[in-house]
T-cell receptor, first 113, second 120 residues
Framework: KQEVTQIPAALSVPEGENLVLNCSFTDSAIYNLQWFRQDPGKGLTSLLLIQSSQREQTSGRLNASLDKSSGRSTLYIAASQPGDSATYLCAVQYTGTASKLTFGTGTRLQVTL | GAVVSQHPSWVICKSGTSVKIECRSLDFQATTMFWYRQFPKQSLMLMATSNEGSKATYEQGVEKDKFLINHASLTLSTLTVTSAHPEDSSFYIC????????????????FGPGTRLTVL
């Protein structure tokens, strides 16, 4: 079964800290991996997409890495801000699944003043 | 970026009634649309995949007669929850897939803002 797990489930950090969110997947035959942000009661905002041939992607204060051999991806957030508070979801598109996304369990991030 | 809308954004209905949720891709044509369900503090679970002009493909455990999906055009898919019950209360999110957005080859899903369904 293709599963995606995120650790930790919840995280609270003071403003300004750098932090790392983890995503693990059980099947290395992935097409791509995507990180999303979801605010309470809202839809998804795509943050970064990493193709299977790539090792990392960067956008502003965000950096996502991908290690297919170990089945892991990390999302690094630099200099966290209260506005970063949200739930972060990783989603894997496995090869041969017709673009289906398998979502992780999510990490709820709270950045405090 | 690409825009996907959902209507309504929230709906409250009585048990036993049917509710229709629309998902539209506003500035691109979607070859495929996906419907997800999200319970509180849980992740998104794929319910079904729909391709324009053909029957939807449902994930294991999703009742196709209860969750009717129609994908009549390349920009519109609808999800109808028939004979809704309180356990159907959830956040329903659609996504629209395109392989070409504004001339750029890509295989990307764009997500709608979600619809909150509450069944009393």
């Amino acid at each position: 079964k293709q599963e995606v797990t995120q650790i930790p489930a919840a995280l609270s950090v003071p403003e300004g800290e750098n932090l790392v969110l983890n995503c693990s997947f059980t099947d290395s035959a992935i097409y791509n991996l995507q990180w999303f942000r979801q605010d309470p009661g809202k839809g998804l905002t795509s943050l970064l997409l990493i193709q299977s041939s790539q090792r990392e992607q960067t956008s502003g204060r965000l950096n996502a890495s991908l290690d297919k051999s170990s089945g892991r991806s990390t999302l690094y957030i630099a200099a966290s801000q209260p506005g970063d508070s949200a739930t972060y979801l990783c989603a894997v598109q496995y090869t041969g699944t017709a673009s289906k996304l398998t979502f992780g369990t999510g990490t709820r991030l709270q950045v405090t003043l | 970026g690409a825009v996907v809308s959902q209507h309504p954004s929230w709906v409250i209905c009585k048990s036993g009634t049917s509710v229709k949720i629309e998902c539209r891709s506003l500035d691109f044509q979607a070859t495929t649309m996906f419907w997800y369900r999200q319970f509180p503090k849980q992740s998104l679970m794929l319910m079904a995949t729909s391709n324009e002009g053909s029957k939807a493909t449902y994930e294991q455990g999703v009742e196709k007669d209860k969750f009717l999906i129609n994908h009549a055009s390349l920009t519109l898919s609808t999800l109808t929850v028939t004979s809704a019950h309180p356990e159907d209360s959830s956040f329903y999110i659609c996504s629209a897939r395109t392989t070409n957005y504004r001339g750029r080859n890509t295989d990307t899903q764009y997500f709608g803002p979600g619809t909150r369904l509450t069944v009393l």
